[in-house]
């Protein structure tokens, strides 16, 4: 087991930079804490603030960014996440998406985070030009054999690209200015940057707060909201889906589930799951153009 010196304060919101921010309570992880496969103990109390600008949500007392990727770096990624197919994994409006948009075949795809490759193995059924950025070394070597090709650190990418996805990899970040440059800067002119992360102002994130699950992961930092990706510069918003983090979050509930479901909200024991709902965002942003 790590100990981790969990320490990593800032003075502002990590998205918009804004001042105005607040905390809204201690985080609660889970007694047996990873991140990635790494088993970690923490010395301070995490937190959960919010920003008043932007409506987002971010974590303080993190891990710091050095640590964090370290950690990444070590770990098995594979053992640690779901590596079952994306279509299996994913609900139907994200693979609809892909699937009735037919000007993403023959395209050049960078995912980011892509773990073992499950979107990239999807992308490959409409003939679209796979390139994962993985930072576990035990992933990357998973992916080559698949046939993607593959980088491990965002030094090594060198090409441009149609489209560049991320997900479930937002919420990661710390440099979130840096990777939106990074993104920017690989995007062809026009290109697209499509992510999947969680959204802090669904009815069960703020039903919840910082009892939201979604929250409850030590590498989980910054929790986007749909205003700042409005807010943002040098890309626009072209669509955003609300949806869940997978087809498991979105399952149908029988009467009793409710029954209990309702008496954890009374007693504020609610942490978002089940899923009330869409507690998720599919963001796809547009490259503008200089």
Not at 58 to 83: C, D, H, M, V
Not at 106 to 125: H, I, Y
């Amino acid at each position: 087991m790590k100990i981790i010196e969990n320490n990593y304060r800032i003075e502002h919101c990590p998205l918009c930079s804004s001042k105005t921010i607040y905390k809204t309570g201690d985080l609660k992880y889970a007694n047996e804490l990873y991140l990635s496969t790494i088993r970690i103990q923490l010395t301070q109390q995490p937190e959960l603030w919010e920003c008043k600008l932007c409506q987002s949500s971010f974590t303080q007392n993190a891990i710091p960014p050095q640590i964090a990727e370290e950690l990444y770096s070590i770990g098995e990624g594979s053992k640690r996440w779901a590596n079952q197919s994306f279509e299996t994994d994913k609900t139907d409006a994200v693979i609809n998406y892909f699937k009735k948009n037919k000007s993403f075949r023959n395209k050049k795809l960078l995912d980011v985070g892509c773990n073992t490759g499950e979107f990239l193995d999807f992308a490959s059924s409409f003939q679209m030009q796979t390139y994962g950025l993985e930072i576990c070394k035990e992933s990357c070597t998973i992916l080559k054999q698949k046939g993607h090709i593959a980088f491990q650190s965002f030094r090594d990418v060198n090409e441009t690209f149609d489209i560049v996805t991320a997900f479930d990899v937002f919420e990661h970040l710390y440099d979130v200015k840096g990777f939106l440059s990074f993104v920017s800067n690989i995007l062809k002119p026009s290109g697209l940057f499509i992510l999947l992360t969680g959204n802090p102002n669904s009815f069960a994130a703020k039903l919840s707060r910082e009892r939201w699950w979604y929250c409850n992961y030590p590498e989980h930092v910054i929790y986007p909201s749909k205003k700042y990706f409005h807010q943002l510069t040098g890309f626009f918003v072209k669509q955003i889906i609300l949806t869940y983090a997978s087809k498991t979050h979105q399952s149908k509930r029988d009467s009793m589930e409710w029954i209990s479901l309702i008496r954890q909200i009374l007693k504020k024991q609610y942490n978002g799951l089940p899923a009330i709902s869409s507690d998720h965002q599919l963001v796809i942003l547009q490259k503008n153009i200089a």
